[in-house]
């Protein structure tokens, strides 16, 4: 047998991380006390970490509503977290899709993830209001009309399940970017290659703001199939092999969940990504381990802020 020569070898895998990227978490606003807590556990931990900005979601059917208010107000009101939310066209007419962005506006939240939105439980296509925005791109159009809102908006490397050819695809984000979108976020996958060669379409439609890579750690493997089969994500049979016979050993699954999120953002980062936006699921451990792979560490938090903590 020959012996590879020591060049052969692939580098570290985190011997890159200079700590040179910039990082966003998405969270989900809670139902019952002991939901929030775990939330609002995870906002701290992460919190230290500098992310650009938090997302908090928008049920299917606008039925979070009020508690995605409430979530990002008390992000506002009681961190110096940049608070995102999300905003969708379901189930609602225009006006009211505009008071909600105005109530936004007024309580100083100044950035609006705007989507489509899923259909409501037990419908399977999506309809629109027969007064409300009919798309995402509408949406878009529409909040420039409110106010300077920094807008994302999301992006499909495989697809969304409503598109039926690439052509539709691509032009659908254009139309979101043209009408006023600062960014895209993606849909999650686990394929390096599928963001970038979306990301060679997107860039050939002449589609210039970013494109940011939405990275999911999986902590629960069947739950995580059963998502990715409705919104169309592949799961490749070597992340099944990888989480077969794990169901009793959690800790274990958080170990190759950290590790194949990790591989991912390296493999991105070695093509050039600094900018990640990680689906938290409103759990702290595995995101900050996967920053922390990252380079990403802890930022010294103002004297002022310090002082009144101690007060």
């Not at 259909?119 to 409300?132: A, C, I, K, L, V």
């Not at 950290?258 to 390296?266: G, I, S, T």
Request: glycine fraction near 6%.
């Amino acid at each position: 047998m020959t012996t590879p020569e020591r060049s052969d070898f692939r580098p570290n895998l985190f011997a890159f991380a200079p700590g040179d990227v910039n990082v966003s978490f998405e969270f989900f606003p809670p139902k019952t006390p002991a939901m929030e807590q775990t939330l609002w556990e995870a906002i701290e931990a992460l919190r230290p970490l500098g992310p650009r900005f938090v997302s908090v979601t928008y049920g299917a059917g606008g039925s979070t509503r009020e508690r995605t208010h409430n979530t990002v107000a008390r992000i506002l009101r009681e961190t110096d977290l940049v608070p995102a939310a999300h905003l969708t066209c379901v189930g609602a007419s225009r006006g009211e899709v505009d008071e909600v962005a105005r109530q936004y506006w007024d309580a100083g939240v100044r950035h609006i993830v705007a989507l489509r939105g899923d259909p409501p439980d037990g419908q399977t296509r999506f309809t629109p209001h027969p007064e409300g925005y009919e798309n995402a791109a509408a949406l878009v159009e529409g909040l420039r009309r409110i106010g300077d809102f920094d807008i994302s908006v999301a992006a499909y490397p495989e697809r969304h399940v409503d598109s039926p050819n690439w052509d539709v695809e691509i032009d659908n984000l254009k139309r979101k970017i043209d009408n006023g979108a600062n960014r895209a976020i993606t849909q999650f996958f686990f394929d390096p290659d599928l963001y970038l060669s979306f990301l060679d379409r997107v860039r050939a439609a002449g589609i210039d703001v970013p494109i940011v890579p939405g990275i999911m750690p999986v902590t629960n493997f069947k739950g995580m199939v059963n998502f990715a089969a409705r919104c169309g994500t592949s799961v490749p049979q070597w992340l099944a092999d990888l989480f077969e016979g794990l169901d009793d050993h959690p800790t274990t699954r958080q170990l190759v969940a950290a590790a194949v999120a990790a591989e991912l953002c390296r493999r991105l980062y070695d093509r050039g990504v600094k900018d990640f936006h990680f689906y938290t699921l409103n759990r702290s451990e595995l995101t900050y381990a996967i920053c922390h792979t990252l380079g990403l560490r802890p930022k010294a938090r103002p004297v002022k802020e310090l002082k009144e903590a101690a007060q």
